[in-house]
């Protein structure tokens, strides 16, 4: 289906009045309740930085199989709720197109409370670039909580600043670009699936795929550019009240066959 109406949140301006604040905070808290995502722009994370921290991703891809094994940490081994395991940096797992084609997608995860080594060897810089990320990722999320406590009265940022080991993830998905001269528009990429922790904020390049459960059906999440994508996971309930709940979502291959076949890429923080 067509895209749903999301909407879009000015951060920058909810810092203008308390006015403007309450405003952005129901703006924000009836687009989470109606479709599960919310737009924020005006974050402060300048594209630079995201775009390096994709860039030291694509590097650390690029490597031989045997050099990006030596950074796989098994014993934390996990499902990601995809039915894949995710390792605590690169998996390379199957994911199904529709019913006859089958791709790769290579994952890579950085969780702050593993304590094991970067690849900076490697590839230098990468320890600097994903922390410093994940670091600014910390400060959006907050003001998303703030907002979120705004409108429904509610402790989020509490129990964030409160508990100090609290969880929190930054993964970069590479689905590589379709060779097949069959028509794949419209397919299924990844199944449905909700999201565990509270939030996550997803960095969409423009080639889109993602859509939404609503009311039953799926809706197309058109990327826009400059805006961080807000979706709510699978405790987001748990600290609203029920008032707010975990969005399920899907991706496909684009519909547009002038680009169905690109590789995509996404680059999310979560917080568990």
């Known amino acids: 289906m067509s895209a749903t109406p999301i909407a879009i949140v000015d951060l920058g301006r909810c810092e203008t009045s308390q006015s403007a ?23 402060g994370i300048q594209e630079s930085q995201v775009k390096h921290a994709e860039s030291v991703a694509n590097d650390f891809l690029a490597l031989p199989q045997d050099v990006k094994n030596r950074f796989v940490d098994r014993s934390s081994a996990q499902t990601d709720g995809l039915g894949s395991v995710v390792h605590s940096y690169v998996n390379m797992d199957a994911a199904r197109i529709g019913t006859e084609y089958w791709k790769t997608r290579e994952s890579l995860i950085f969780n702050p409370d593993i304590k094991m080594g970067f690849p900076d060897d490697v590839v230098p810089g990468f320890s600097d670039s994903w922390k410093a990320f994940s670091i600014s ?72 795929g993602l859509q939404v459960e609503n ?17 709510a996971n699978q405790l987001l309930a748990q600290h609203t009240g029920d008032r707010l709940k975990e969005v399920h979502h899907r991706v496909i291959v684009p519909t547009d066959p002038k680009i169905a076949c690109l590789q995509r890429q996404t680059l999310s923080y979560f917080l568990l």
């Not at 964030?160 to 998905?173: G, L, P, T, W």
């Open 21 to 43: 604040l309450e405003e952005s905070a129901d703006s924000l808290v009836e687009s989470i309740r109606n479709s599960g995502v919310a737009f924020i722009r005006n974050t």
């Open 137 to 208: 990722c910390d400060d959006v999320i907050r003001r998303v909580l703030k907002l979120l406590d705004a409108s429904l009265n509610t402790r989020l940022c509490q129990v964030f600043n409160s508990e100090e080991e609290r969880s929190k993830s930054v993964k970069f998905n590479h689905y590589p670009a379709i060779q097949t001269n069959e028509d794949v528009c419209g397919k299924i990429r990844v199944r449905a699936h909700s999201d565990p922790g509270i939030l996550s904020l997803l960095f969409q390049d423009n080639i889109g």
């Open 215 to 231: 009311n039953g059906e799926f809706v197309d999440v058109a990327p826009e550019e400059g805006a961080i994508l807000v979706q």
